[in-house]
Protein backbone atom coordinates (compact mmCIF):
# COMPACT_ATOMS: atom_id res chain seq x y z
CA UNK A 1 0.00 0.00 0.00
CA UNK A 2 3.26 2.45 0.34
CA UNK A 3 4.41 1.92 -3.14
CA UNK A 4 0.49 2.91 -4.17
CA UNK A 5 0.67 6.06 -1.95
CA UNK A 6 4.07 7.46 -2.52
CA UNK A 7 4.14 6.48 -6.31
CA UNK A 8 0.60 7.93 -7.15
CA UNK A 9 1.72 9.61 -10.14
CA UNK A 10 3.50 6.63 -11.44
CA UNK A 11 -0.16 5.20 -11.46
CA UNK A 12 -2.09 8.02 -12.90
CA UNK A 13 0.59 8.32 -15.69
CA UNK A 14 -0.06 4.58 -16.68
CA UNK A 15 -4.06 4.96 -16.58
CA UNK A 16 -3.93 8.56 -18.72
CA UNK A 17 -1.23 6.64 -21.58
CA UNK A 18 -3.55 3.49 -21.35
CA UNK A 19 -6.52 5.73 -21.61
CA UNK A 20 -4.82 7.48 -24.68
CA UNK A 21 -3.82 4.23 -26.58
CA UNK A 22 -7.62 2.77 -26.01
CA UNK A 23 -9.73 5.88 -27.40
CA UNK A 24 -8.72 5.19 -31.24
CA UNK A 25 -10.34 1.53 -30.66
CA UNK A 26 -13.53 3.63 -29.15
CA UNK A 27 -13.54 6.13 -31.65
CA UNK A 28 -13.29 3.51 -34.70
CA UNK A 29 -15.68 1.53 -33.06
CA UNK A 30 -18.61 4.52 -32.50
CA UNK A 31 -17.87 6.35 -35.91
CA UNK A 32 -19.53 3.96 -38.80
CA UNK A 33 -19.80 4.76 -42.02
CA UNK A 34 -18.53 4.41 -45.41
CA UNK A 35 -15.25 4.71 -46.53
CA UNK A 36 -14.66 7.28 -49.44
CA UNK A 37 -13.90 4.06 -52.05
CA UNK A 38 -16.97 2.40 -50.66
CA UNK A 39 -19.17 5.32 -51.63
CA UNK A 40 -17.65 5.05 -54.79
CA UNK A 41 -18.60 1.48 -55.10
CA UNK A 42 -21.92 2.20 -53.95
CA UNK A 43 -22.75 5.05 -56.32
CA UNK A 44 -21.77 3.22 -59.51
CA UNK A 45 -22.96 -0.57 -58.57
CA UNK A 46 -26.05 0.63 -56.72
CA UNK A 47 -27.13 3.96 -57.99
CA UNK A 48 -26.92 5.72 -54.56
CA UNK A 49 -28.18 9.29 -53.77
CA UNK A 50 -25.68 11.47 -52.55
CA UNK A 51 -26.87 13.89 -50.37
CA UNK A 52 -25.02 16.80 -48.98
CA UNK A 53 -26.05 18.05 -45.88
CA UNK A 54 -23.80 21.09 -45.09
CA UNK A 55 -25.35 24.50 -45.54
CA UNK A 56 -25.77 26.11 -48.85
CA UNK A 57 -22.63 28.16 -48.70
CA UNK A 58 -20.32 25.46 -48.08
CA UNK A 59 -21.83 23.15 -50.72
CA UNK A 60 -20.79 25.74 -53.44
CA UNK A 61 -17.51 26.02 -51.93
CA UNK A 62 -17.05 22.35 -52.94
CA UNK A 63 -18.91 19.05 -53.06
CA UNK A 64 -19.29 15.63 -54.47
CA UNK A 65 -20.22 15.49 -58.04
CA UNK A 66 -23.48 14.08 -57.77
CA UNK A 67 -24.45 15.45 -54.39
CA UNK A 68 -27.92 17.27 -53.85
CA UNK A 69 -27.55 19.90 -51.86
CA UNK A 70 -30.36 19.43 -48.50
CA UNK A 71 -28.99 21.52 -45.20
CA UNK A 72 -29.40 19.38 -42.29
CA UNK A 73 -32.03 21.76 -40.84
CA UNK A 74 -34.26 21.19 -43.52
CA UNK A 75 -33.61 17.77 -44.32
CA UNK A 76 -36.42 15.85 -42.59
CA UNK A 77 -38.59 18.41 -44.91
CA UNK A 78 -37.33 18.56 -47.83
CA UNK A 79 -35.35 14.82 -48.19
CA UNK A 80 -39.09 12.74 -48.88
CA UNK A 81 -39.58 15.26 -52.48
CA UNK A 82 -35.78 15.45 -53.50
CA UNK A 83 -35.84 10.86 -52.54
CA UNK A 84 -38.79 10.04 -53.52
CA UNK A 85 -38.21 5.98 -53.60
CA UNK A 86 -37.00 5.00 -49.90
CA UNK A 87 -35.33 1.64 -51.24
CA UNK A 88 -32.65 3.37 -53.22
CA UNK A 89 -29.48 3.49 -51.25
CA UNK A 90 -28.27 6.91 -49.64
CA UNK A 91 -25.24 8.63 -48.86
CA UNK A 92 -25.34 11.45 -46.74
CA UNK A 93 -21.86 13.71 -46.70
CA UNK A 94 -20.75 16.94 -44.63
CA UNK A 95 -17.38 18.67 -44.35
CA UNK A 96 -16.00 16.31 -41.46
CA UNK A 97 -19.08 13.45 -40.69
CA UNK A 98 -20.22 14.83 -37.87
CA UNK A 99 -23.96 15.84 -39.19
CA UNK A 100 -23.88 13.92 -41.90
CA UNK A 101 -24.15 10.97 -38.65
CA UNK A 102 -27.12 12.81 -37.01
CA UNK A 103 -28.79 13.18 -40.89
CA UNK A 104 -28.55 9.20 -40.67
CA UNK A 105 -30.68 9.12 -37.58
CA UNK A 106 -33.05 12.05 -39.21
CA UNK A 107 -33.40 9.60 -42.63
CA UNK A 108 -33.90 6.86 -40.79
CA UNK A 109 -36.46 7.62 -38.92
CA UNK A 110 -38.17 8.81 -42.28
CA UNK A 111 -38.45 5.21 -42.99
CA UNK A 112 -34.85 5.25 -45.86
CA UNK A 113 -33.58 1.70 -44.39
CA UNK A 114 -30.53 1.55 -46.43
CA UNK A 115 -28.58 5.03 -45.54
CA UNK A 116 -24.96 5.37 -44.32
CA UNK A 117 -22.57 8.50 -43.79
CA UNK A 118 -19.63 8.77 -45.39
CA UNK A 119 -16.89 8.80 -42.59
CA UNK A 120 -14.41 11.48 -42.40
CA UNK A 121 -16.60 13.41 -44.45
CA UNK A 122 -15.72 15.73 -47.39
CA UNK A 123 -12.27 15.77 -46.05
CA UNK A 124 -11.68 12.04 -46.34
CA UNK A 125 -12.90 12.44 -49.98
CA UNK A 126 -10.19 14.96 -50.58
CA UNK A 127 -7.79 12.77 -48.74
CA UNK A 128 -8.75 9.96 -51.01
CA UNK A 129 -7.70 12.36 -54.11
CA UNK A 130 -11.61 12.01 -55.58
CA UNK A 131 -13.36 15.01 -57.40
CA UNK A 132 -14.87 17.66 -56.06
CA UNK A 133 -17.20 20.00 -57.52
CA UNK A 134 -17.79 23.80 -56.94
CA UNK A 135 -20.82 25.85 -57.82
Known sequence: ?????ENWWLILVALASGTMLFMPAL??????????????????????VVIDVCETAE???????SAKNIPLGQLEEKLPSAVKNKALPLILVCQ???????AVAIAKKLGYDNVQSLSGGLGAW??????????
Request: without cysteine; hydrophobic residues 40%.
Open 126 to 135: RSASLPIEKS
Open 96 to 102: SGARSGR
Open 27 to 48: RGAATSGLSPTQAVNMINREKA
Open 1 to 5: MTFVV
Open 59 to 65: FAAGHLG
